[in-house]
């Protein structure tokens, strides 16, 4: 039997150790430094506009979940585009069934249940589109960060656009980029503490040629549907006595009067920074509703909702913003009736 000192085996250790070291150096993959780069100025807004047209010039078809909160939905996009122009349809596959059928910039929105067809004008900010508005001034209000780091969505390798916020006002957001295509496959919204409050996201994806131009094709029968056109009716907010302060790099983008059950209309402005809305909702009071408390707040997913009571009228603000930022709009709300005429 052969015996070995302690000095000995601690040699013969020390020699595999080394060993082990060398030979894992030889075989190592070389770790390269991830670096992050800094999108400012022109840089930022060509590439925001190269990603916003890529949702419209791609042909691409795909099923998205929406996830708000607890609340998950999906929804399958065909878009392709040829000598006519932009075709395109949407299927919600969750909950009541409801499809639109997108040709240049006019929408069918179908609605089975009730064998009827809404058209409308085609909204330019549906996904895997984003922006609202032009994004020429987004870096007065956002830091970008295009990430070195490639990811994976769908099965697609992309580029992860972090935009965070300068002032505590708004959210942040991060943009998954398709390599190749530019095409947006994944977009976050990030609340103040750093953590996702609300995401979209291919989980399957076909691009280019391999797209079933089949798949525009409604499975309905539309010969004896119910065709009706959705007749926006503007509303000028300021001539009709309301004052709101908005946030900084909040615009308005729409202003209209929604029908509200028989009797009453609402009034709802829609602003946008480029990324990010809020709505405003001005509605009378009810004699019912007098004696509710003239304000209150709520969070539903990652909307948060702030209602004011101003005068005789409720004004109420929701948005995928800080619950601070709504509630600094609600009660700055003043309403001054013009002289010629009130609000109806």
């Not at 708004?170 to 295509?181: A, P, Q, T």
Request: proline share 4%; net charge neutral.
């Amino acid at each position: 039997m052969l015996h070995y000192s302690s000095s000995k085996v601690a040699g013969k250790a020390k020699t595999k150790w080394l060993s082990l070291v060398l030979l894992g150096a030889v075989f190592a993959t070389p770790v390269m430094a991830q670096t992050a780069t800094p999108l400012v100025g022109k840089d930022l807004v060509a590439f925001l506009e190269q990603v916003q047209k890529a949702s419209v010039t791609n042909d691409y078809s795909g099923v998205f979940t929406y996830q708000q909160g607890e609340q998950i939905m999906s929804s399958r996009v065909t878009h392709i585009v040829d000598g006519e122009g932009v075709k395109e349809r949407l299927e919600l596959l969750d909950g009541d069934p409801q499809e639109y059928l997108r040709t240049n910039d006019v929408v069918q929105c179908l609605m089975p249940e009730q064998k009827k067809i809404v058209l409308t004008p085609a909204r330019k900010d549906r996904f895997p589109a984003f922006l609202q508005t032009e994004a020429t001034h987004l870096n007065q209000y956002y830091t970008a960060t295009l990430s070195g780091k490639k990811e994976r969505v769908a099965g697609y390798e992309c580029q992860q656009l972090e935009l965070a916020p300068r002032t505590p006002d708004r959210y942040g957001y991060r943009l998954c980029v398709d390599v190749k295509s530019k095409l947006l496959l994944r977009s976050q919204t990030v609340g103040l503490d750093n953590k996702v409050v609300e995401q979209i996201t291919f989980t399957g994806l076909v691009m280019g040629k391999d797209v079933d131009t089949a798949l525009l094709e409604s499975g309905y029968k539309l010969n004896d549907w119910v065709v009706e056109k959705e007749e926006l009716v503007s509303v000028d907010f300021a001539r009709e006595g309301w004052k709101l302060r908005a946030p900084q790099g909040y615009v308005p983008i729409l202003s209209i009067i929604r029908p509200k059950g028989t009797n009453q209309r609402v009034k709802h402005l829609i602003l946008s920074d480029g990324l990010s809305s809020i709505s405003v909702f001005v509605q009378k009071v009810t004699e019912a509703e007098k004696t509710l408390q003239a304000h209150g707040a709520v969070q539903v997913g990652s909307l948060n909702v702030f209602r004011q009571r101003v005068d005789d009228y409720w004004v109420t603000v929701i948005g995928a913003v800080p619950m601070d930022t709504l509630e600094e709009m609600a009660v700055s709300a003043k309403f001054i009736p013009p002289v010629s005429s009130t609000l109806n």
